[in-house]
C-alpha cells in the first residue's frame, strides 16, 4: 500500500519530533542547572520538576514512535510542551544567562511564537489531528 503526501509527511516530523525530544530529555538528565535556571521561582522541587520532564520527554519520543502509543503521546507532549511554556517566557522577560550566554530577542521572540507550532507539530506527529490537510468531505 502506498503512502498518502500526508503520511510521509507525518512519518518524517515524528520521527523528527522524536529526536527532538529525546535529545531535550537527555539534555534535562545530563545538565539540569541550565534548566534550572530558567525554571519560574515559584514551581516547586524544580530540580525533582527538571528530572521528571527529562524523563517525560524521553518517554515520549519512545512512545511516539510505538504504534499503540502514538496518538497519547501526541497529546501528552503537546500538553507537556503547553506546561512548560511559563519556563521560556521566564528565560525571555528575565533574560536568564544560561550557562554564561545571555540570549537576546532574535532567540527569544522565535523561541516564544514558535512554541504553539511545537504543539501542533505533536498533535500531527501522534495522529490527533490532520490540519491542515484534512480530508475534503
Not at 535556571?37 to 524544580?46: E, K, S, Y
Not at 527569544?108 to 504543539?119: C, D, K, M, N
Request: hydrophobic residues 60%; proline residues 5%.
Amino acid at each position: 500500500m502506498t503512502k498518502t503526501r500526508r503520511e510521509v509527511v507525518r512519518d518524517w516530523l515524528r520521527f523528527l519530533l522524536a529526536v527532538a525530544f529525546a535529545l531535550a530529555g537527555f539534555a534535562h538528565l545530563w545538565s539540569p542547572a541550565k534548566f534550572l535556571a530558567i525554571t519560574p521561582a515559584w514551581v516547586p522541587m524544580p530540580a525533582t520538576v527538571i528530572m521528571i520532564t527529562g524523563v517525560c520527554e524521553l518517554a515520549g519520543a519512545v512512545a511516539l514512535l510505538t504504534t499503540r502509543l502514538r496518538w497519547l503521546a501526541g497529546v501528552m507532549l503537546a500538553l507537556y510542551a503547553v506546561c512548560v511554556y511559563p519556563a521560556n517566557i521566564n528565560h525571555a522577560l528575565n533574560a536568564v544567562a544560561v550557562g554564561g550566554t545571555q540570549l537576546g530577542w532574535w532567540y527569544h521572540g522565535l523561541r516564544l511564537a514558535f512554541q504553539p507550532v511545537i504543539v501542533w507539530w505533536c498533535l500531527f506527529a501522534g495522529g490527533v489531528t490532520d490540519w491542515p490537510w484534512r480530508r475534503r468531505g
